[in-house]
């Protein structure tokens, strides 16, 4: 069976205090691994997705990496609006390719 | 603005009760999907369609029925609600089913069983 672990659970940060998100995942083949943000009350939000061990993806204080068992959301120097919930998902051939999530880390930064 | 409205945004609904959550993407594309979110859970899939006039059961379809008449739309529906549907309701859609593109997430429904 497919699956996606997100750790820590939670995570809290004093802002400009960096730190990485964990997503190890288990999938016969994997055919790509995304990371979505999810503010309260709202849908989850696309960041980016990897495709091969050894990639990366920037946007602004985000860094995503891959390597064949795990992806890492690196974050530098956090502000409070980057206080969500991340979640990593995979495509798994169980359900014909679609995307099953992990449960997410929810994130808070403190000024 | 192009994107994924889902209505209501918000129900009550009594027990053994039948009701209906709408989906509708104006993006053309053609996958669509329907999670629950349960905290500790995460979201898990129910159905899915690949195009219009196909459907799929996803983890957990029990309880729940779907349909793909056309492109835009993409209806759940619950024939007789259980307290333990309870639970924040996702559509998504993405442009192909293969999982190779990300998915479009609408804002969800809050749905309360009692």
């Known amino acids: 069976e497919d699956q996606v672990t997100q750790s820590p659970e939670a995570l809290r940060l004093q802002e400009g205090e960096s730190s990485s998100l964990n997503c190890s995942y288990t999938v016969s083949g994997l055919r790509g691994l995304f990371w979505y943000r999810q503010d309260p009350g709202k849908g989850p939000e696309f960041l980016f997705t990897l495709y091969s061990a050894g990639e990366e993806k920037e946007k602004e204080r985000l860094k995503a990496t891959l390597t064949k068992k795990e992806s890492f959301l690196h974050i530098t120097a956090p502000k409070p609006e980057d206080s969500a919930t991340y979640l990593c998902a995979v495509p798994t051939m169980e359900y014909g390719n679609k995307l099953v999530f992990g449960a997410g880390t929810i994130l808070r930064v403190k000024s | 603005i192009a994107g994924i409205t889902q209505a209501p945004t918000s129900q009550i609904l009594a027990a053994g009760r039948r009701m209906t959550l709408r989906c509708t993407q104006d993006m053309r594309h053609n996958a669509m999907y329907w999670y629950r979110q349960d905290l500790g859970l995460g979201l898990r899939l129910i159905h899915y369609?690949?195009?219009?006039?196909?459907?799929g059961k996803g983890e957990v379809p029990d309880g729940y029925s779907v349909s793909r008449a056309n492109t835009d739309d993409f209806p759940l529906t619950l024939a007789s609600a259980v307290p333990s549907q309870t639970s924040v309701y996702f559509c998504?859609?993405?442009?192909?089913?293969?999982?190779?593109?990300?998915?479009?997430f609408g804002s969800g429904t809050r749905l309360t069983v009692v």
């Open positions: 369609s690949n195009t219009a006039g196909t459907t």
């Open positions: 998504a859609s993405s442009p192909s089913g293969t999982g190779a593109y990300g998915y479009t």
